[in-house]
């Protein structure tokens, strides 16, 4: 269970990022994050793994202060978190499989992952990661040299060496066309029914926030504006979280 209490954030110049937001995500949901460019989205999922440190609030996970935890505790926390970023935060000059393998840096010893010698049994993982996301021909090429869509699957597949409890995706899809963006989506979909994973996923598209989503909580200007079922967004709510001008399209 992750809790979130009262969270709040304020940036250098007053810009409050996060207003009081509070909402719980049982064990194994699917969540959709929903709301306008600036919202506060990716502050959010970045405060739950303290990649952003809060300003106010707290975030508990299975019973235990996160927003408290010291520096070791923080790592043991964020092993267990796996994060996928839209812009897939990849080592470009770097083969495939060494871009997954550090998913496992957590776990193995500093100095052994510094000179890019990781366990067999790690170098078998992450080649099963990788034929999981369809890509396994994939793992000796650089990953400059793969499309936004493969360089994604290369992303979740780093995420899956953590042994992940819980999937952050921060607008995974947002730079990828709509046939990549649903591919994208239903491995993180497999990842949650098959594997039990949390995911909490923010999204800026109504069709795939309705297809994927077991539940979806929607920010504007920082603020909690909703939090339930897809199919309970009416009009009203739409422009309660988008604005009075915006167009529904899916």
């Not at 007053?14 to 506060?40: C, Y």
């Not at 967004?233 to 422009?239: G, L, M, P, Q, V």
Request: charged share 25%.
């Amino acid at each position: 269970m992750l809790q979130v209490k009262n969270l709040t954030k304020i940036y250098e110049g007053g810009v409050k990022a996060l207003d009081t937001v509070s909402f719980e995500v049982p064990d194994g949901q699917f969540l959709a994050v929903i709301g306008l460019s600036g919202s506060g989205k990716s502050t959010l999922l970045r405060c739950i793994n303290r990649l952003i440190e809060p300003t106010s609030g707290q975030i508990f996970w299975n019973g235990e202060d996160v927003t408290a935890a010291s520096p070791d505790e923080l790592r043991r926390y964020r092993r267990k978190i796996g994060m996928v970023f839209q812009h897939f935060n990849l080592v470009h000059r770097s083969r495939v499989i060494t871009n997954v393998l550090a998913g496992r840096l957590g776990y193995v010893n500093p100095a052994w992952s510094l000179m890019n010698r990781f366990p067999k049994k790690d170098m078998e993982k992450a080649l099963q990661q990788l034929e999981r996301v369809g890509i396994a021909d994939k793992a000796n090429h650089r990953a400059d040299e793969l499309s936004g869509g493969q360089q994604q699957r290369v992303g979740i597949a780093r995420a899956l060496m953590q042994d992940p409890e819980m999937i952050l995706a921060d607008e995974p899809v947002a730079s990828l066309d709509p046939v990549l963006a649903h591919s994208i989506m239903k491995h993180l979909e497999d990842i949650n029914k098959k594997d039990g994973v949390t995911v909490l996923c923010s999204l800026h598209f109504l069709d795939l926030v309705h297809r994927y989503a077991d539940r979806v909580i929607a920010l504007n200007g920082g603020k909690l504006m909703f939090d339930g079922l897809p199919n309970e967004i009416d009009d009203k709510k739409f422009k309660d979280i988008y604005g009075r001008e915006a167009e529904r399209v899916g």
